[in-house]
């Protein structure tokens, strides 16, 4: 069994900053992939970053130069970090780890920016 455990959203004003972090526990050698989704009300889900096994990083467009994502391989950890939150970043962010054959998604956590 494969848990994903995220950390570290919550309401905060615009401008401001937060740090995700999402854990991964259970029956699971290496990951391939981890990465943050989100989604917004009425919109659909969307990939906000992602990074692979050897550190290579993806982002989406509207969160290039604000977002930063790295992750930790001996804790198998993920994290967010994000700055300069606009209004528009308001969202359940979820994580998601990926690979050959397998797919697991965190419960999400909630991020509200306030303008």
């Known amino acids: 069994q494969v848990q994903l455990l995220e950390s570290g959203g919550g309401l905060v004003q615009a401008g401001g900053s937060l740090r995700l972090s999402c854990a991964v526990s259970g029956s699971i050698f290496s990951i391939n992939f981890m990465g943050w989704y989100r989604q917004a009300p009425r919109k659909q889900r969307e990939l906000v970053a992602a990074i692979t096994s050897g550190g290579t990083t993806t982002y989406t467009d509207s969160v290039k130069g604000r977002f930063t994502i790295s992750r930790d391989n001996a804790k198998n950890t993920v994290y967010l970090q994000m700055i300069s939150l606009k209004s528009e970043d308001t969202a359940v962010y979820y994580c998601?780890?990926?690979?050959?054959?397998?797919?697991?998604w965190g419960q999400g956590t909630q991020v509200t920016v306030s303008s």
């Open positions: 998601k780890v990926w690979g050959y054959g397998y797919e697991y």
